[in-house]
């Protein structure tokens, strides 16, 4: 096994997506069901994300289904990726994350992102518009203020039971973003791996700019794509059709429609223009057999430098979603790995093994830093 992949964490983050056939509450049980499938593989911790108002997605409530995940596992951690902060107040976010922690110590982490409502009516509904989302650097000192106990803002008023718990937290973060983490002092996690050269160039600001704080001594980096694997390339590639049809598909007729299964989407009889965005939607992505999907994810690592992959893949098939994850699991063999650090095994920059090696391999090649 590479020593690059070898000192690099591998996590799961699930979108609950829905697929034809199977409905939104099934969605979120499949959720549940890849996380236990994933603690038993030994990864490192398993996500779940946040989206309103989207016909192909069920997880609206991302604490919520943390809090069953967690419920239902014992050793993996388990968080958001993420919590959108322009939709709630920082208090609230506060107070769900302390009452996870409270009830699983030690196993959560708080990813928060700055995006707002999928479309206008959502966001109406939603009581927010796109300017919210500019406002993500304060709601993010406040939110960090109420766990921390140093907010100011609301005199006497207290997150219970947040308030001195030790929360990791973590920024979600495309472009700009990265900047909001390297000021934070926070881990950054950024994708997804087929924009490499705007990845890089986000990584690049954001470990430049990385302000140290106490929650993180050094810059880490979560990056998040897709990976598949399979027996063959072939099959491997079909694992990516269905996400990749939902996404020109969306872009052709507004709507974002549930997981079809491969062979249908290959049927069709598609125009110029969705087979454009379709085939572009299967290309860059991580995948192949074992051996080929190796050599991917040690290249990438490499340039990105990357302290953890987080593993985003949605697919009709989920059989064919879990021997990926089995096949990619033999790959990082993450079973072999200590998960030692800070605050009951979440990694901080400054406690990671695999941080601490990341530096000096990069400082040795270059990856990761342009």
Known sequence: ????????????????????????????????????????????????????????????????????????????????????????????VAEQFGVLASLFPGRIDMGLGRSVGFTDGVRRALGHGKEDAEDFPGRLTELLGWIDGTQQAHPGVHARPAEGLRIPAYVLAIGEGASVAAA???PL??????????????????????????????PEVIVAGTVAVAGTEEAARRLL???????????THGDFPPLAPAGRIEALAMTAKERTLYERGLDGHIHGTEDQV??????????????????????????????????????????????????????????????????????????GTP
Do not use: C
Request: no cysteine; proline share 5%.
């Open 1 to 92: 096994m590479s020593s690059v992949i070898a000192s690099t964490r591998f996590s799961v983050l699930d979108r609950s997506r829905t697929r034809e056939g199977h409905d939104a509450p099934r969605a979120l049980r499949d959720t549940v069901d890849l996380a236990r499938e994933a603690e038993s593989l030994g990864f490192h911790r398993f996500w779940v994300s946040e989206h309103h108002g989207v016909p192909g997605v069920a997880g609206s409530a991302p604490t919520v289904l943390a809090a069953a995940v967690a419920a239902a596992t014992s050793t993996i951690r388990v968080g958001t990726g993420g919590v959108m902060l322009p939709n709630h107040r920082p208090l609230v």
């Open 184 to 186: 934070a002092g926070l």
């Open 189 to 218: 996690v950024i994708g997804d791996l087929r924009g490499r050269e705007k990845v890089l160039r986000a990584v690049e600001v954001y470990r430049r700019d990385f302000r140290p704080s106490a929650r993180a001594e050094r």
């Open 241 to 251: 059709v269905p996400e990749a049809w939902a996404m020109a598909y969306s872009r």
């Open 294 to 367: 190796a050599g991917q994810l040690e290249r990438a690592i490499e340039e990105t430098g990357a302290d953890e992959v987080l593993v985003t893949t949605s697919t009709y098939d989920r059989a064919g979603l879990v021997d990926s994850l089995r096949r990619l699991a033999r790959i990082a063999r993450p079973r072999d790995r200590p998960t030692g650090g800070l605050h009951g095994g979440a990694p901080t920059s400054g406690s990671s093994p695999a941080s601490g090696r990341r530096g000096s391999r990069t400082a040795e090649s270059g990856a």
